[in-house]
Structures are given as structure tokens and as C-alpha cells.
């Protein structure tokens, strides 16, 4: 068990809509990055929040956004859903955004979107 | 070109038996971060062992070492006495530093990952 939790567990949304994920940190962790991981694919980083701000976003659309609350948890956004959006959606906390500060991971939101 | 690359799409060892995950990696920084995860069918990511880029040992974690060839960009993972619970999607990354407007990130690029198979 790593601290990390994600809600909810599965979401099925249609094409267009709009969804918010859910994350809360390790307790004393700061920084909180989120990862869209397809099927039979690697995770891929969509953005990290440090303190708050958003401090670096990876290849995804301004319709991917997200909030980092001061006790640290955290939400994602996703506006106009499309059929591509289909994905496991997971968050990582870590104390700090540094080289040597392990992310660990929460289980993850399954997204379907028909 | 791709920063991780994993070469084995599945992996096949006998319970008890130590199999090694291959990892490959390219950058052009001095300072970086390599890390093992455990993906299992659940879906959660579990951090398995790092090592960083000025590490001279191998690291190591109960069950778990890293083969770290600097000189090659690579970095093994090697699971010794095999379990069945072993069994899972294992994946290899890497984490340099980004700057981006006077601050810095530390994303995590992953491989496409190996499924392992643990045969009792």
C-alpha cells in the first residue's frame, strides 16, 4: 500500500462529456504527476503539480487540466471527451520533484468512453 | 527516438528460477534516474528499485537487483528465486530533470513494458 488513492475506480463516460478524477497524496508528499497509461502501452506523463502550481505538462490538449488543493490532493480534468481518451488514468505522489524522489502510484481511474 | 527501450514483450522463468529484464535507455544528461515498476493485473503501479545515474553500486532490494552498464545505457532488472506473485507487467524509467520557466519537473518516460510469467 503505497498512501496514494484514486477515485473513482471506473467511469464510463460518452464522447464530449466532461470528467474529474480524484487523487490524494502520501501523507508529507508535495508533488503529485498524473500519467495516461493505454492499453498495452506505458504510462505517459500529462502534468505535475509542486506546491499547487503546475510546474511541467508533458505532449496532451489545454483540455487536459488539473487542480492541486493545499492539502496536496489533487484533480484532474479532462473537457470534450473523445474515444481516445479511453485509458487507465494514474496519479503518483512524491515528496519532492527531484531526480532521487521516488513517485509512487495510486491504483488508478479506468476511464471508458463510448 | 525512444528513451527506454524494452525488447522483450514477454518473459517465460520456472518458479525459484532468477530471470533478467532488459532495459535500454538514452540521454544526453549526466544526472538522471532509472526506476523499476511492478504493474500487476490490478492496474497499480508498484515501485520496485532506483538508481541513480552516479550511483557506482548496483542497487539492490530484498529479491530485486539492477545490472547498471552506464557505459551501454542499460539497466537490467534481475529477479532472483522467482515467485508466482512475480508474475506481471514489469516496466523500466527513466527520470531526467526539465526546465521549464525558471522551474524544474521531473516526469517519468517509461518502456512498453515485459510481461513476465512465473510457471510453477
Known amino acids: 500500500e503505497t498512501g496514494v488513492t484514486q477515485s473513482p475506480t471506473h467511469l464510463i463516460k460518452t464522447r464530449g462529456q466532461q470528467v474529474t478524477l480524484r487523487c490524494s497524496s502520501q501523507s508529507g508528499h508535495n508533488t503529485v504527476s498524473w500519467y495516461q497509461q493505454a492499453l498495452g502501452q506505458g504510462p505517459q506523463f500529462i502534468f505535475q503539480y509542486y506546491r499547487e502550481e503546475e510546474n511541467g505538462r508533458g505532449n496532451f490538449p489545454p483540455r487536459f487540466s488539473g487542480l492541486q488543493f493545499p492539502n496536496y490532493s489533487s484533480e484532474l480534468n479532462v473537457n470534450a471527451l473523445e474515444l481516445d481518451d479511453s485509458a487507465l488514468y494514474l496519479c503518483a505522489s512524491s515528496l519532492g520533484t527531484g531526480l532521487t524522489d521516488t513517485q509512487y502510484f495510486g491504483p488508478g481511474t479506468r476511464l471508458t468512453v463510448l | 527516438a525512444q528513451k527506454i527501450t524494452q525488447t522483450q514483450p514477454g518473459m517465460f522463468v520456472q518458479e525459484k528460477e532468477a530471470v533478467t529484464l532488459d532495459c535500454t535507455y538514452d540521454t544526453s544528461d549526466q544526472s538522471y534516474g532509472l526506476f523499476w515498476y511492478k504493474q500487476p493485473s490490478s492496474g497499480e503501479m508498484i515501485f520496485l528499485i532506483y538508481q541513480g545515474s552516479y550511483d557506482e553500486q548496483n542497487a539492490t532490494e530484498g529479491r530485486y537487483s539492477l545490472n547498471f552498464q552506464k557505459a551501454r545505457k542499460s539497466a537490467n532488472l534481475v529477479i532472483s528465486a522467482s515467485q508466482l506473485g512475480d508474475s506481471a507487467m514489469y516496466f523500466c524509467?527513466?527520470?531526467?530533470?526539465?526546465?521549464?520557466?525558471?522551474?524544474?519537473?521531473?516526469?517519468?518516460?517509461f518502456g512498453q513494458g515485459t510481461i513476465l510469467t512465473v510457471h510453477p
Open positions: 524509467a527513466m527520470r531526467e530533470l526539465t526546465n521549464a520557466g525558471g522551474t524544474s519537473y521531473g516526469k517519468l518516460t
